[in-house]
């Protein structure tokens, strides 16, 4: 069955990312011509008869039901999203992690094993060791970074491999390909949350991955307007090779349905669907769906120009005597440099971290001093961002995981947007300044401000 | 893969959903949790007639079924299969002898053999392809789940489409 070929594209042309950014899963409404994607904001949808009720109920007919399960404009997004990363379809969630959780939940049943590397998003983390665990679903932690680790952590009850295209906020990259060999000699899928990179800088299917989750709230939508996630799945994994019954037998919870065997390499999303997103009910909102849209269309554009931004700040940073070291791929100096120029060819991507000298106080000064940057716990926006990663996103990790996560009490975390490089830059060197200023000092600072706007 | 590639024509593939009124479902099963079932349904739901060929079934979708391709009395354009690959070269001579017009296999059915005999008799091919779902994409309402359909189109949908 493996061997069946997923859908391609249309075969009398190959439409190019680009192109596919701005129109792939549109097509111009039948009944209004509106050119931009209506908002179908609406609950549930009218049936033309009781047949086709029925028929859309047993999953015998496309149609819409109920905006939890599906939604017009929810839809474009999701096969947009597939079409730019090569799946065979795709979901749409309320958010990344609602999406990664559904991901899971369609294909692992208690006792099963999940190996994932260390070097993630702190919530990714927790929710494996959890909300997972509290499932009886076990997970081993790995150094993403020697292939030989995702071997040896293999037990007979591993049912997937889980990583990151660009670990947060380290900055390890995958060897995606090294990883899925592994992972489909031994029967299993590879997992990539591959929000960092978006498809415009890497595809991960290209390389072997069978699933790819994002969180769409980063750059996909691109403004820091909307919370969602998404998951694409290739088509191409093998769920009836006896190790996946909750894909390929048939289904309780919906009258003896085997959902692999009938949907073929649209086994896995209907499933994910018809009973992943129906029964956790994480549904993206068909406002957000628009939004995340527009997102996509101007992808191309505004990644091309948060990696330039970025290797401008990275190599800034690099050689300034307050930054004990960079980790951005996009380094030579990195050593994932050529991982990044295998997968990412086009940039490694707007977000990395550094550490400055002087550890915690020296990181929060540099906050504080800051102008232009935004302090707040989100990365992917047209606007540059920063955070402290110890005392925020990855607060709940005791220090062996905030070590195996890359992170130290001196690390600060850029996202970087799209305004000018040298605005940017300007900031940086003012934060720079005040991290070197001692810590009572500072304070000293701080209150004869106070003063003086008091007696203002 | 490139012999594969040569039978999932788009072209050829819309010519058949647009040209066929009659199909004749090879090893249609009247269990509505076949694969078989869930395409028989949906092609008749879009106006199709549909011919089941099964020698175990006795109707199916309200339509008699025949054993063989044979023995059905009246004009054929698509011979549609749901059997195992080996089974496919004596459909195919049996599909040439009735005068169908296209030879579709079903995902995971692939024989080259059987294509051959096919072609050179005359007909069109489509191999490791469902209907179903070549109908729903560049006709029906499969971009309504999200799926990748491949179609890239600024121009209006007609209503009839839907």
Same mark, same amino acid.
């Given at each position: 069955?493996?061997?069946?070929?997923?859908?391609?594209?249309?075969?009398?042309?190959?439409?190019?990312?680009?192109t596919?950014?701005?129109?792939a899963?549109?097509?111009p409404?039948?009944?209004?011509?509106?050119?931009?994607?209506?908002?179908?904001?609406?609950?549930?949808?009218?049936?033309?008869?009781?047949?086709?009720?029925?028929?859309?109920?047993?999953?015998?007919?496309?149609?819409?039901?109920?905006?939890?399960?599906?939604?017009?404009?929810v839809?474009?997004?999701?096969?947009?999203?597939?079409s730019?990363?090569?799946?065979?379809?795709a979901?749409?969630?309320?958010?990344?992690?609602?999406?990664?959780?559904?991901?899971?939940?369609?294909?692992?049943?208690?006792?099963?094993?999940?190996v994932a590397?260390?070097?993630?998003?702190?919530?990714?983390?927790?929710?494996?060791?959890?909300?997972?665990?509290?499932?009886?679903?076990?997970?081993?932690?790995?150094?993403p970074?020697?292939?030989?680790?995702?071997k040896?952590?293999?037990r007979?009850?591993?049912?997937?491999?889980?990583?990151?295209?660009?670990?947060?906020?380290?900055?390890?990259?995958?060897?995606?390909?090294?990883?899925a060999?592994?992972?489909?000699?031994?029967n299993?899928?590879?997992?990539?949350d591959s929000?960092?990179?978006?498809?415009y800088?890497?595809?991960?299917?290209?390389?072997?991955?069978?699933i790819v989750?994002?969180?769409?709230?980063k750059?996909?939508?691109g403004?820091?307007?909307?919370?969602?996630?998404?998951?694409?799945?290739?088509?191409?994994?093998?769920?009836?090779?006896?190790r996946?019954?909750?894909?390929?037998?048939?289904?309780?919870?919906?009258?003896g349905?085997?959902?692999h065997?009938?949907?073929?390499?649209?086994?896995?999303?209907?499933k994910?669907?018809?009973?992943?997103?129906?029964?956790?009910?994480?549904?993206?909102?068909p406002?957000?769906a628009?939004?995340?849209?527009?997102?996509?269309?101007t992808?191309?554009?505004?990644?091309?120009?948060?990696?330039?931004?970025?290797?401008?700040?990275?190599?800034?940073?690099?050689?300034?005597?307050?930054?004990?070291?960079?980790?951005?791929?996009?380094?030579?100096?990195?050593?994932?440099?050529?991982?990044?120029?295998?997968?990412l060819?086009?940039?490694a991507?707007?977000?990395?971290?550094?550490?400055?000298?002087?550890?915690?106080?020296?990181?929060?000064?540099?906050?504080?001093?800051?102008?232009?940057?935004?302090?707040?716990?989100?990365?992917?926006?047209?606007?540059?961002?920063v955070i402290?990663?110890?005392?925020?996103?990855?607060?709940?990790?005791?220090?062996?995981?905030?070590?195996?996560?890359?992170i130290?009490?001196?690390?600060?975390?850029?996202?970087?947007?799209?305004?000018?490089?040298?605005?940017?830059?300007?900031?940086?060197?003012?934060?720079?300044?005040?991290?070197?200023?001692?810590?009572?000092?500072?304070?000293?600072?701080?209150?004869?401000?106070?003063?003086?706007?008091?007696?203002? | 893969?490139?012999?594969?590639?040569?039978?999932?024509?788009?072209?050829?593939?819309?010519?058949?959903?647009?040209?066929?009124?009659?199909?004749?479902?090879?090893?249609?099963?009247s269990?509505?949790l076949?694969?078989?079932?869930?395409? /028989?349904f949906?092609?008749? %739901?879009? $106006?199709?007639?549909? @011919?089941?060929?099964n020698?175990?079934? #006795?109707?199916?979708?309200g339509?008699?079924?025949?054993?063989?391709l044979?023995?059905?009395?009246?004009?054929?354009?698509?011979?549609?299969?749901?059997?195992?690959?080996?089974a496919?070269?004596?459909?195919?001579?049996?599909?040439?002898?009735i005068?169908?017009?296209?030879?579709?296999?079903q995902?995971?059915?692939?024989?080259?053999? /059987?294509?051959?005999?096919? %072609?050179? $008799?005359?007909?069109h @091919?489509?191999?490791?392809?469902?209907? #179903?779902?070549?109908?729903?994409?560049?006709?029906?309402?499969m971009?309504?789940?999200?799926?990748n359909?491949g179609v890239?189109?600024a121009?209006?949908?007609?209503?009839?489409?839907?």
């Amino acid at each position: 069955m493996a061997n069946s070929n997923p859908p391609q594209a249309d075969d009398l042309h190959q439409f190019g990312f680009d192109t596919r950014a701005i129109h792939a899963g549109q097509r111009p409404d039948p009944y209004t011509g509106a050119r931009a994607v209506p908002i179908f904001q609406t609950t549930s949808y009218v049936f033309e008869d009781a047949d086709s009720a029925a028929a859309y109920f047993n999953l015998q007919e496309y149609g819409n039901t109920y905006s939890r399960i599906m939604n017009p404009t929810v839809a474009v997004f999701e096969e947009r999203v597939a079409s730019l990363e090569g799946g065979a379809g795709a979901v749409g969630f309320a958010s990344g992690l609602a999406a990664q959780a559904a991901s899971f939940f369609t294909m692992l049943r208690p006792g099963d094993h999940v190996v994932a590397s260390k070097a993630l998003y702190g919530g990714t983390i927790t929710q494996l060791k959890h909300l997972f665990g509290k499932l009886s679903v076990d997970h081993t932690f790995i150094d993403p970074d020697d292939i030989a680790n995702w071997k040896n952590a293999l037990r007979d009850n591993t049912k997937a491999f889980f990583g990151e295209t660009i670990g947060n906020p380290g900055g390890n990259i995958l060897d995606i390909e090294a990883v899925a060999n592994i992972a489909h000699a031994h029967n299993l899928p590879l997992i990539i949350d591959s929000t960092f990179a978006t498809p415009y800088l890497c595809r991960p299917m290209e390389w072997g991955a069978d699933i790819v989750v994002h969180s769409a709230t980063k750059f996909i939508g691109g403004h820091g307007t909307s919370i969602g996630g998404v998951v694409t799945e290739a088509g191409t994994f093998n769920w009836s090779n006896g190790r996946f019954p909750g894909v390929a037998d048939p289904s309780a919870a919906y009258h003896g349905l085997a959902f692999h065997e009938t949907f073929g390499v649209y086994g896995y999303l209907m499933k994910l669907r018809a009973e992943s997103l129906r029964d956790l009910g994480g549904a993206m909102s068909p406002f957000n769906a628009f939004l995340f849209l527009l997102g996509l269309e101007t992808l191309p554009l505004r990644m091309e120009r948060h990696v330039k931004n970025t290797l401008e700040i990275a190599q800034f940073l690099e050689n300034h005597p307050m930054v004990e070291r960079v980790k951005y791929s996009g380094l030579e100096s990195s050593p994932y440099a050529s991982l990044a120029k295998k997968y990412l060819p086009r940039g490694a991507g707007a977000v990395f971290s550094f550490d400055l000298k002087g550890g915690r106080g020296a990181g929060k000064n540099f906050i504080e001093a800051l102008n232009l940057w935004s302090h707040l716990a989100n990365v992917g926006d047209a606007k540059s961002l920063v955070i402290h990663p110890a005392s925020t996103t990855h607060r709940q990790l005791n220090d062996a995981e905030l070590a195996g996560a890359g992170i130290t009490p001196g690390t600060i975390r850029l996202s970087v947007g799209l305004e000018n490089a040298e605005d940017l830059i300007w900031d940086l060197e003012r934060g720079l300044r005040a991290s070197a200023v001692r810590e009572s000092s500072r304070i000293y600072a701080n209150d004869k401000i106070n003063e003086k706007i008091s007696e203002d | 893969m490139n012999d594969i590639l040569e039978y999932q024509d788009t072209q050829t593939i819309r010519e058949i959903l647009l040209s066929a009124r009659t199909i004749a479902i090879v090893g249609l099963s009247s269990n509505v949790l076949r694969p078989s079932h869930f395409v /028989g349904f949906y092609l008749q %739901r879009h $106006g199709y007639r549909i @011919v089941p060929v099964n020698p175990r079934e #006795k109707e199916v979708l309200g339509e008699k079924s025949y054993a063989a391709l044979s023995e059905i009395p009246f004009p054929v354009d698509v011979v549609d299969v749901f059997r195992a690959s080996n089974a496919v070269p004596p459909i195919a001579d049996e599909a040439v002898q009735i005068g169908a017009r296209a030879l579709w296999m079903q995902y995971y059915v692939i024989s080259n053999e /059987g294509a051959a005999i096919a %072609r050179n $008799g005359g007909l069109h @091919v489509v191999m490791d392809r469902c209907m #179903k779902v070549e109908h729903a994409r560049h006709m029906g309402r499969m971009h309504w789940l999200g799926f990748n359909t491949g179609v890239i189109t600024a121009r209006r949908l007609k209503i009839s489409n839907q």
